[in-house]
Structure formats: structure tokens, C-alpha cells
């Protein structure tokens, strides 16, 4: 079994910071891309940023030059360090992992439970 589980959602101020945590653990090989998407209500689950297992990262363009994603392998964590928050930032945030659970198996996506994120103005 592989779990992935969320945490550091909240309720902020606009201008302010949170962070992010996703830690991936169970029946794990290894962990390709990582990355973190986000549901506001009545809109469709979107990528807010990922990073590959190379340090590649990739970020929508709502959020370049506010948010940064990072990943600790030897923890299978990826984080997300969010400033400057917006009221639009408010959302479900979710976690994604892509996780190969043995040498050269397939690779599944798992994702988390989400953690809310309420940005006031």
C-alpha cells in the first residue's frame, strides 16, 4: 500500500506565507514526478506546480515568482513554500506522486486526501 498525506493548509492573510508538506510512504521503489494541484469551488482541479525527480520544476503561470516547490528524496516529501498569497489562491491543494513500486514496474499516480488553503483579503 502507498500513502500520500498532506499537511501546513490554513487560513492566511493575503500577503502572507504558508508551506506545504506531502510525504509519500508504504510500498515505494521509487518516486518520479511530484507536484501539487489545486480546486477552488465550482472549478476543475488545476497544476500549480511540479517537480521532477531531476529538480526539473514547472509552475503555472498564476503562481511564477510566488511559489516554489521542492523535494527531500531521501524523505519522499515535496514541499510547497507559497508567498505574496492571493485571496484566488483559495483552494483545495492537493499532492500527486508518481511512484514505481518496484525496479522496472509501471508507474502509478497516487494522490492525497487535499488540504485547505483560505487566503482573506
Known amino acids: 500500500q502507498v500513502q500520500v498525506v498532506e499537511s501546513g493548509g490554513g487560513l492566511v492573510q493575503a500577503g502572507g506565507s504558508l508551506r506545504l508538506s506531502c510525504t509519500a510512504s508504504?510500498?515505494?521503489?521509487?518516486?518520479?514526478?511530484m507536484g501539487w494541484y489545486r480546486q477552488a469551488p465550482g472549478n476543475q482541479r488545476e497544476l500549480v506546480a511540479q517537480?521532477?525527480?531531476?529538480?526539473?520544476?514547472n509552475y503555472a503561470d498564476s503562481v511564477k515568482g510566488r511559489f516554489t516547490i521542492s523535494r527531500d528524496n531521501a524523505k519522499n516529501t515535496v514541499y510547497l513554500q507559497m508567498n505574496s498569497l492571493k485571496p484566488e489562491d483559495t483552494a483545495d491543494y492537493y499532492c500527486?506522486?508518481?511512484?514505481?513500486?518496484?525496479?522496472?514496474?509501471?508507474?502509478?499516480?497516487?494522490w492525497g486526501q487535499g488540504t485547505q488553503v483560505t487566503v482573506s483579503s
Open positions: 500527486n506522486a508518481n511512484i514505481r513500486k518496484r525496479l522496472g514496474g509501471p508507474s502509478y499516480s497516487y
Open positions: 508504504g510500498n515505494i521503489f521509487s518516486i518520479n514526478a
Open positions: 517537480i521532477t525527480s531531476g529538480d526539473s520544476t
